[in-house]
């Protein structure tokens, strides 16, 4: 089955979606994760070309994901943190790859025709980009709680 899932998070609401399912499919596949966030604010997307340090957003990005995979370790998973930069789509492809893992799995607003040209879709390019396995879980809407079945 899957051995290390990577877990792509926004740093919204939706991220507790797709926690909550992990947590499910880690468990039965007795697999690491690994969370990771995309900082893609302009410190973030320069920060390598223009040697700038992190920004305050990307502090509190790195200290977000960190606290979620602390908490996942204290219930007894292997998990841990990256705080990438630049294009999202990207850097999760290539995270997955970096990262030995062999399962991204990632939320997923539901956007449709107009919302996707507008907002675009990062799902939909780590599809494209990545050669592993991607899960998509569609978030509630705004709102309203599910639990994964």
Same mark, same amino acid.
């Not at 909550?20 to 468990?27: P, S």
């Not at 977000?64 to 990256?82: L, N």
């Not at 995270?95 to 990632?106: F, G, K, P, T, V």
């Given at each position: ?40 604010g302009w410190a973030a997307r320069n920060i390598r070309h ?41 850097? =999760? ?12 799995? !990632? ?5 449709r025709l107009i919302g996707d040209v507008v907002y675009g ?9 990545? !050669? =592993? ?17």
């Open positions: 089955m899957y051995h290390r899932i990577l877990v792509p998070l926004e740093h919204s609401s939706t991220d507790e979606h797709i926690v909550n399912h992990v947590r499910i499919l880690a468990r039965f596949c007795q697999a690491s994760v690994v969370l990771i966030h995309v900082a893609d223009l040697a700038l340090r992190e920004s305050e957003e990307m502090k509190k990005d790195r200290a977000y994901i960190e606290r979620i995979a602390a908490e996942m370790v204290r219930d007894g998973f292997a998990a841990e943190a990256v705080l990438a930069t630049g294009d999202p789509a990207t850097e =999760i492809a290539a995270a997955a790859l970096h990262e030995n893992c062999d399962l991204i799995a !990632m939320a997923t607003h539901g956007h879709s990062v799902a939909n390019e780590v599809r494209h980009k990545s !050669m =592993i396995p991607v899960l998509l879980v569609r978030a509630p809407l705004s709102g309203k709680r599910s639990e994964p079945t």
